[in-house]
């Protein structure tokens, strides 16, 4: 399984899937996707990312990059602020048809009837309680609380049943792909040709602009030989 990442690392040089590097070393094996790949959709396989089978829906996914954690200081100077910082540095970056698999869309039915079955238990739960409890009694504010809890609880993973969030992807800080951690080898298997040809380009296009800096640069010098000072 491993020899599958490794191969497909070697053919890239721009990292496809990153192995033990940075942040991602603690969670195992990250593949990133060239966001040329997901935006036109263009040579991505057919193939769900996490679960490896082959897709049979496909969404519109706007995937966005985590926010930076010292953007979080910024909270002591305001929400507003925060709020305003993190959607500057945010990169986004959208997928017109992300493929998914029955195995996603299970993860999404499932995340959404918890959802909605804790708000709904919380809304009974207050009416009912409210209509029992005896007027002024001290543990009211305590299950106020907790019906408030259960209420926020049902809403994370009503927002959770996104398509968006069962994709778990991310974009990358540079905002040159997207990354998923923990993506099913097949995926990455069926991805490989996809990321050389992605890899190709990214090198064709950094030694284009190397020749032109290189000709630049002779140009300025073949000048200042021409015309000594
Ligand atoms: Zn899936």
């Known amino acids: ?32 996707i ?3 790949l997901v935006a036109t959709g263009q040579a991505m396989p057919d193939v769900c990312v996490l679960h490896g089978r082959p897709a049979d829906r496909h969404k519109r996914v706007i995937f966005r990059s985590k926010t930076p954690a010292w953007t979080y200081v910024l909270i002591l100077g305001g929400v507003i602020l925060f709020a305003i ?27 959404l009837l918890i959802g909605v079955g804790l708000v709904v238990l919380g809304v009974v739960a ?43 992807g991310f974009a990358s800080r540079n905002g040159m792909a997207v990354e998923v951690p923990h993506p099913d080898p097949a995926f990455v ?3 490989a040709p996809a990321l050389q040809w ?17 000709q630049q640069q002779a140009t300025r010098q073949r000048g200042g030989q021409q015309f000594p000072r």
């Open 1 to 32: 399984m491993m020899q599958t990442y490794e191969c497909v690392v070697s053919t890239g040089h721009n990292a496809w899937v990153h192995i033990g590097t940075g942040a991602t070393a603690r969670f195992g094996v990250t593949v990133a």
């Open 34 to 36: 060239p966001a040329p």
């Open 85 to 111: 910082v993190a959607a500057v540095l945010q990169k986004r970056i959208k997928s017109p048809a992300w493929p998914f698999c029955p195995a996603c869309a299970a993860v999404r039915r499932r995340r």
């Open 126 to 168: 207050v009416v009912v309680v409210a209509g029992v409890m005896p007027q002024g009694a001290s543990y009211g504010p305590l299950l106020v609380l907790a019906f408030v809890l259960l209420l926020l609880v049902g809403l994370v993973f009503i927002a959770r049943a996104s398509w968006a969030s069962v994709a778990s």
């Open 189 to 191: 298997q069926a991805a």
């Open 198 to 214: 992605a890899a190709q380009q990214q090198a064709a296009q950094q030694q284009a602009s190397t020749q032109w800096a290189a």
